[in-house]
């Protein structure tokens, strides 16, 4: 039994590997073929394939990047079996691994803590066909489909009141964060509309 899972194993072996690849920046994304294995995600490599990406991006087009990969692995293993009458593999160098845990509906909401950076790439990662980034304002539901890094401004008393809104500009809000600041360029209600934030809004 081949399993193929879309991470260059050891690494984020577990859950939403690419969504959490997306999050920190990977410079790579890739699919490894592997032989399945009592414990996910451990067997010995079969195959692996790659390919550079560059940032920002979001969840569907990282998708539709990695998908040829999996065809090319397919054909590459078909071939060798026919070619050698057997499926050479290697086993993982555990020093290396590390794991990316599964999603709920707690982790799409914002970590206004993390830099806006950070955020940009978790709000484009978790995007469609994931569940979307989401945020609280007062005790609404609110849904972030696209948004830009702002340029940072210096806030007196060292004190950035997370998730606060600062201003606007060109009509679209901007949001403090612990580092940088965020611009809202759409976000919805649960109903799919379209918001026009009240300035002395925040998002928690």
């Not at 599964?102 to 994931?130: C, H, M, N, Q, T």
């Amino acid at each position: 039994l081949i399993i193929f899972h879309d991470s260059l194993l050891p690494k984020y072996r577990g859950f939403a590997p690419l969504v959490n690849s997306l999050i920190n920046k990977q410079p790579e994304l890739g699919v490894t073929a592997l032989k399945a294995s009592k414990n996910y995600d451990q067997g010995d490599i079969v195959s692996q394939g790659k390919i550079e990406i560059n940032y920002p991006i979001k969840i569907n087009e990282a998708i539709q990047k990695v998908t040829p990969i999996y065809f090319h692995l397919v054909d590459k293993i078909y071939q060798n079996i026919m070619d050698k009458g057997t499926l050479e593999a290697k086993k993982q160098n555990d020093k290396y691994s590390t794991y990316s845990l599964w999603l709920d509906s707690k982790d799409y909401f914002i970590d206004w803590s993390w830099s806006a950076e950070r955020i940009k790439r978790f709000v484009d990662a978790v995007g469609y066909p994931y569940d979307g980034a989401k945020a609280f304002l007062e005790s609404e539901i609110i849904h972030f489909l696209d948004v830009e890094i702002a340029k940072d401004v210096y806030i007196e008393n060292r004190n950035r009141h997370l998730g606060k809104i600062i201003f606007k500009r060109d009509s679209l809000p901007v949001v403090v964060c612990k580092k940088g600041l965020l611009q809202l360029v759409d976000i919805r209600d649960d109903n799919n509309q379209t918001l026009d934030i009240n300035f002395r809004s925040r998002f928690k």
